[in-house]
């Protein structure tokens, strides 16, 4: 009922130096880029983070994202309240949350206190991480209980690539694709997203088969050159006016760690412009446990400006190095 006649799909190919490059579009795209997203700010105040555009949803979002897993897993609950909170008064409106089975701890319990108070504020995602429709529904009814809410602004299909979502139930007539896409339809999400961390194929499929609105997938200058869906998913994306989000910007592990992240912290400023300056990108999407990651990383946001060529062509020598030592850490690549 929700699917469209698939496209022609686009040569899948391999990363090359070309190939690298233009995932940016070319200096000239970024300065479209930065003409778009200054059209996209609505007057904010002097503290106020730089906002884009989330594609054809609309939604002006802030370019720095919280991501709420660390959180999650290892802060208390009236810890995560207060950062929660300093961070929607810093001008960090996305906030980016799942269940427990998607491993993000309690942080639906958490996200809920600051949605008591400051649910207008907020531009609020969350996934389901089943793939069929039955138990996708049950746990997308359960998250809204949990989060105290009667919607969400995206529903994720939630790590596409994982071995636990089979393309053959996720895109199947019972599948959760079905599931999310209805959900939209009754308003329990306002747009219907997916998320990936590894086998961009999968990625391309939901692309070609159903009316995706967002797509928040890994991107890093390391993990570009291991499952590229900087050349190989986002062209398609922008294609179609799906709105695009960065996670695992400074390289995070599928591990249990508070906040992982596998580049050194001397890299981050460097990983966070490369994200930001993909084109089409809307946000990064970052996880923060403390006050400390929480103010560098709106310092990053605040103090943001595009790669230049030469940074470019340096990062892509850096990224090919770190990507021989950390394979497929995400998982399969296909």
């Known amino acids: 009922m929700f699917r469209k006649k698939p496209p022609v799909p686009p040569e899948e190919r391999g990363l090359s130096r070309r190939g690298f490059f233009r995932a940016f579009g070319g200096l000239a795209g970024l300065a479209r880029e930065e003409g778009a997203a200054e059209e996209a700010r609505r007057a904010p105040p002097t503290w106020a983070l730089p906002q884009r555009v989330l594609g054809r949803t609309g939604l002006a979002v802030p370019i720095l994202g ?20 300093e961070a929607l008064d810093l001008g960090v409106r996305l906030i980016d949350t799942a269940s427990p089975e998607g491993g993000y701890g309690r942080a639906h319990h958490q996200v809920s206190q600051v949605l008591r108070r400051r649910r207008s504020e907020v531009i609020l995602t969350t996934k389901v991480f089943e793939p069929d429709a039955a138990a996708g529904r049950r746990m997308l009814e359960r998250s809204l209980g949990e989060l105290g809410t009667d919607y969400v602004d995206v529903l994720y299909v939630h790590s596409l690539g994982h071995d636990r979502m089979d393309p053959a139930v996720v895109f199947g007539p019972d599948g959760v ?56 998913v986002w062209p398609v994306a922008r294609e179609k006016g799906v709105g695009l989000l960065a996670m695992k910007v400074f390289g995070g592990t599928m591990e249990g760690r508070a906040t992982p992240a596998l580049l050194p912290r001397h890299w981050h400023d460097r990983a966070f412009r490369y994200a930001l300056s993909l084109e089409g990108c809307a946000a990064a999407v970052i996880g923060m446990v403390d006050r400390r990651e929480l103010h560098e990383n709106v310092q990053r946001a605040r103090a943001f400006t595009p790669l230049d060529a030469a940074e470019l062509e ?20 296909e």
């Open 314 to 333: 340096r990062l892509a020598q850096d990224g090919r190095r770190f990507a021989e030592d950390w394979g497929a850490h995400l998982g399969a690549v």
């Open 177 to 232: 694709m079905e599931m999310a896409m209805a959900a939209k339809a009754e308003g329990l999400a306002r747009f219907v997203g997916v998320s990936a961390h590894c086998r961009p194929g999968r990625v391309l499929r939901a692309l070609r088969e159903f009316d995706i609105d967002v797509l928040m997938t890994a991107a890093n200058f390391v993990d570009v050159h291991t499952y590229d869906f900087e050349g190989r």
């Open 66 to 85: 919280f991501g709420t897993a660390s959180l999650g897993r290892s802060a208390s609950d009236e810890a995560a309240y207060a950062l929660l909170s």
